[in-house]
């Protein structure tokens, strides 16, 4: 053993040396290869430099150790074994673990770049795997008690560096907390549910991580921010109940900055190892922060000098790497420090029992939401077919009271035209003795027509005195509703918005190709089919047009077009800028590979967003159309795919781009100023990456549509803008469907296209949420996915593409209101560009071709991928989801309160039948009692002679009493 190897252990405050033991020392280090042969073939092809083996984190079970290698050139294997002791004097070779065969960069179902190491109690050795390029990191576990049996446990949702980790076994279940390095978050990850998420840190970016022992409860987690002194705390309890946001709080500062490894004891001391020191700290966490040495050793010789860990028999293991010429290169030590692992409970009745590897523990709150969701479906279901119920109900008796009011009409009317004569009043002795001095003294008067009745079904009309206005306009308030509806309908024709053609492809669309031999060639090749070119986004500046297209059997995804052309034939798509811009094999990531969401800004430049591919990172590209097309910016990002469409916010500062990422939680923001982006965690709240902003002379708000989902949401741009690590999502509404593109007008009207749909909505974003169908568009394929692009120009001039089949067809409309970029006065001051260092780390910068790590914090990517899942874990997150609230409740708010509208109508309208029921009934009720003489026959001559003649010769017959009406 070196004499400068000397430690002093100060848990207590109490000075006591702790003499470390040499267990193995190696002058070179090098793997047990399978043959010579193997390692010669090697060393000759550059698969394997000796010199860069460095171990970079440690594990320890029973008499095995475990070392992870940082994963340079030259590097073939990244997880090795080696015995605890042996009895050779030579130190032993580095074992391929579990073996060979199991390790291979750029394969995803192999150990690529394995990292942070953990044994749990269960004798089950955790694996981080950064991954590679192509492969996302992920999560093995070999059981060290079963043959070293090997499972991939988990794959994570981002492709990148994973540092550490810590495990929190709960009777619950285990949990594993992740960092990554300079990442301004954590990954959390629960074993039997197999589910993972991203808690966010409030923009400290996380380095080292140690977890509280496990009989030290409430546990908590420290954190050491990169690249910093400081440490930090944050409770575990909300980190198992799903929480998306924690909140560290500061403990103290280190006397050294980058702290890349800490570990915990169960005693509650913590270690920790700092970036090119030569000296290992601790710190007992029972009491105030006070660091102390625990070793010290001459200069440092590499960035990360130590690994270090503890075994069940309280024996602490340390690993001192030498990266120089000088020897030795590696040395292996030991100390007993009378102090066992952080997961090893004190108190023998406190140990968790063992969890079986392949035993799931059912999620009660899992089975809570399943639960609640059933019943909102069911009563969501319910709500609906009574609301139909009712619907019809109110149809039937708006019917029955036009029915009532015209069969009453009818009536009136057949009153006139029937022929049954009536006196005007009943016979009196003194209309005889008239008819008879006209007889006798040839007095002719002419008497009036006697007024008709209706036949006796409907003869209390007679009776009844006229219907007065107020009541003809009872009788037709039965018929509001119809009424209101033919006048809806009759307004939305008359607001048609009318549409022009402007181009017709009847066979699909085609390119404008070098040559005809080389469509030919695309043809054949199968690189081209015409009938996958489907526009997507679009963009229109001046008398052009940008189209992207769904990348899928076409070579070129971005194109431009005239607005006019003199030919009858419409153009041809003209790949934007040139061919030669285009990766057509997915080798080159510095062309244009998948363009997405387009956007033309006030001073002429395009904003093309390209997904990238599985070998290329996704790009925003920025060409000036004022000069000749010229590329002015292209920015790379840390992640590949999913990008949608982009929305521009112009500032006194320069133009900031926001989008959000296909089914992820998090906002993209790019500074062109600074040529930075980062990324703005959404607290569980998956996109689909529809995005829309509200015009300047408004507050300005971003809306942004969920994923897989109708609801709409809105997030103040403020919060974007100051790289707020936590922004708040406020829900607006919910459209008829799930939108594919939204579109922001200077009056702040909001157009929307959907999945599968053949209309367009808009709504008022001035004005409560109500969707309303733009125009009487009806057009487009109803099987289409994406049935419409379109984009609006500075002149007010609406520009949209419609499929039909196999043909698509270009459309314009002027609705007076110009693109939302237009509605703002230029910038007239100028900020210069800040050389200071930014606070956020840029996601472009410098790639890791080697896999040594970055060193300077502004290259440092700043990814925050999406959550595996959203769902809270424990009975205590019932709290958080009645804060939330349940997705269905505005639903069924909705639907109950029209069923009792309609309910409340129906009652209205069955009232208003019974009262003209009534009215009627009494009306023949009193025409019944009413004495109106009527004549069997009607009144001949010679009736009225008979009269006479009694009258005159003194016969006297009393009349047959007349029968009454």
Request: proline share 6%.
């Amino acid at each position: 053993m070196h004499p400068f190897f000397f430690v002093v252990y100060l848990p207590l405050s109490l000075a006591t040396a702790t003499n470390f033991t040499q267990v193995f020392e190696w002058n070179e280090l090098d793997y047990e290869w399978p043959s010579e042969k193997s390692r010669t073939q090697a060393l000759e092809d550059g698969s394997f430099i000796q010199k860069n083996i460095d171990p970079i984190h440690i594990a320890v079970y029973e008499t095995r150790i475990f070392l992870s290698l940082d994963k340079y050139d030259g590097i073939p294997v990244t997880l090795v074994s080696l015995p605890t002791s042996s009895a050779s004097t030579a130190p032993p070779k580095l074992n391929a673990f579990p073996s060979w065969d199991l390790h291979e960069y750029g394969h995803c179902d192999k150990i690529e770049s394995s990292r942070g190491l953990q044994v749990d109690t269960v004798g089950r050795l955790w694996v981080l795997d950064s991954g590679s390029k192509n492969c996302k990191a992920k999560i093995w576990t070999i059981n060290l008690s079963n043959n070293d049996q090997t499972e991939l446990i988990h794959r994570l949702s981002f492709v990148g560096w994973v540092h550490d980790l810590v495990l929190d076994e709960t009777s619950d279940g285990t949990f594993a907390y992740i960092s990554r390095w300079g990442e301004k978050h954590i990954v959390v990850f629960n074993f039997e549910r197999n589910q993972s998420w991203i808690a966010y840190t409030q923009g400290i970016a996380v380095f080292s991580i140690a977890l509280t022992p496990k009989d030290q409860e409430p546990r908590h987690l420290y954190l050491g921010r990169y690249p910093s002194k400081e440490l930090y705390s944050i409770s575990v309890a909300a980190l198992r109940n799903g929480t998306r946001t924690a909140y560290p709080k500061l403990i103290g500062n280190w006397t050294a900055t980058n702290s890349y490894r800490m570990l915990m004891d169960n005693h509650g001391t913590m270690y920790s190892a700092f970036w090119e020191r030569n000296f290992i700290h601790v710190w007992n966490t029972s009491q105030p922060f006070q660091e102390q040495h625990f070793l010290e050793v001459g200069k440092p010789t590499t960035i990360l000098p130590f690994t270090f860990a503890l075994d069940s028999t309280g024996t602490f293991w340390l690993t001192l790497f030498n990266d120089k010429e000088t020897k030795p290169r590696c040395s292996l030590l030991k100390a007993e420090v009378g102090a066992k692992p952080y997961s090893i409970s004190d108190s023998p009745t406190s140990e968790v029992s063992a969890i079986s590897s392949t035993t799931i523990t059912p999620n009660c709150a899992c089975e809570e939401k399943q639960t609640e969701e059933s019943f909102n479906s069911a009563l969501i279901g319910s709500l609906a077919f009574f609301l139909v119920l009712s619907c019809i109900i109110t149809l039937w008796l708006t019917l029955r009271i036009r029915k009532l009011r015209n069969s009453t009409e009818q009536c009136n009317a057949d009153a006139v035209e029937m022929e049954i004569p009536t006196l005007p009043n009943p016979v009196s002795p003194e209309m005889v003795h008239e008819e008879i001095e006209n007889d006798l003294y040839g007095v002719v008067t002419a008497r009036a027509l006697p007024p008709r009745i209706h036949s006796t079904f409907c003869y209390a009309s007679v009776v009844s005195p006229p219907i007065s206005p107020s009541e003809q306009f009872e009788n037709r308030r039965g018929m509001a509703p119809f009424n209101c509806y033919v006048v809806f309908l009759c307004l939305s024709v008359a607001n048609a918005v009318n549409f022009t053609p402007v181009y017709n492809w009847q066979n699909g669309m085609d390119y404008e190709w070098p040559s005809e031999a080389s469509r030919k060639k695309a043809l054949k090749d199968k690189t081209f089919k015409p009938e996958n070119i489907e526009p997507r986004f679009m963009a229109v500046y001046k008398t052009r047009i940008f189209l992207s297209l769904e990348k899928k059997g076409i070579p070129v995804s971005l194109v431009s077009l005239p607005t006019t052309s003199a030919s009858s034939a419409p153009p041809k798509l003209t790949p934007f800028p040139s061919w030669d811009k285009y990766n057509q094999l997915g080798r080159y990531c510095t062309k244009i590979e998948a363009a997405r969401g387009l956007e033309v800004d006030a001073t002429g430049r395009l904003w093309v967003l390209d997904n990238g591919s599985n070998n290329c990172d996704a790009k925003l590209r920025i060409y000036n159309l004022e000069k000749n097309d010229e590329l002015e910016l292209e920015h790379r990002f840390s992640f590949h795919g999913s990008t949608n469409d982009l929305v521009l916010d112009q500032t006194l500062g320069g133009y900031v781009a926001y989008f959000a990422r296909w089914n992820e939680e998090h906002i993209v923001v790019f500074n062109l100023q600074k040529n930075q982006s980062w990324f703005l965690n959404t607290k569980g709240i998956k996109w689909d990456g529809s995005i829309a902003l509200a015009p300047k002379n408004k507050p300005r708000e971003l809306y942004i549509s969920k994923h897989d989902s109708t609801e709409l949401f809105s997030i103040s741009v403020e919060g974007l803008r100051d790289e707020t690590h936590s922004i708040e999502t406020k829900p607006i509404g919910r459209w008829t469907a799930s939108p594919t593109r939204m579109l922001m007008d200077s009056n702040g009207t909001l157009y929307a296209a959907f999945w599968s749909k053949n209309y367009i909505a808009t709504r008022k974003t001035t004005q409560i949420f109500q969707e309303k169908r733009f125009n009487t568009l009806e057009a487009g394929s109803q099987n289409n996915n994406w049935p419409f692009s379109f984009a609006l120009d500075s002149s007010g001039t609406l520009w949209m593409t419609e499929p039909n089949e196999r043909s698509y067809s270009l459309l314009k409309a002027a609705v007076g209101a110009s693109s939302y970029i237009y509605d703002y006065p230029p910038t007239v001051a100028t900020v210069a560009t800040s050389t200071a260092t930014p606070t956020h780390p840029t996601l472009n910068n410098g790639r890791n071709i080697t896999g040594k790590l970055q060193t300077d914090s502004s290259t440092q990517e700043d990814f925050s991928p999406s959550a595996t899942t959203v769902t809270p874990y424990c009975p205590s997150c019932e709290k958080e989801l009645q804060k939330e609230g349940s997705p269905n409740s505005a639903l069924i708010g909705s639907l109950g309160l029209f069923l009792v509208l309609s309910c409340t109508f129906n009652l209205w309208l069955t009232l208003r039948i019974r009262k003209l029921q009534n009215s009627n009934e009494q009306r023949n009720a009193g025409a019944e009692e009413m004495e109106i003489p009527t004549l069997p026959n009607p009144v001949s001559p010679e009736m009225v002679h008979e009269e006479i003649e009694n009258d005159l010769y003194g016969v006297f017959s009393a009349p047959a009493p007349r029968p009454r009406l």
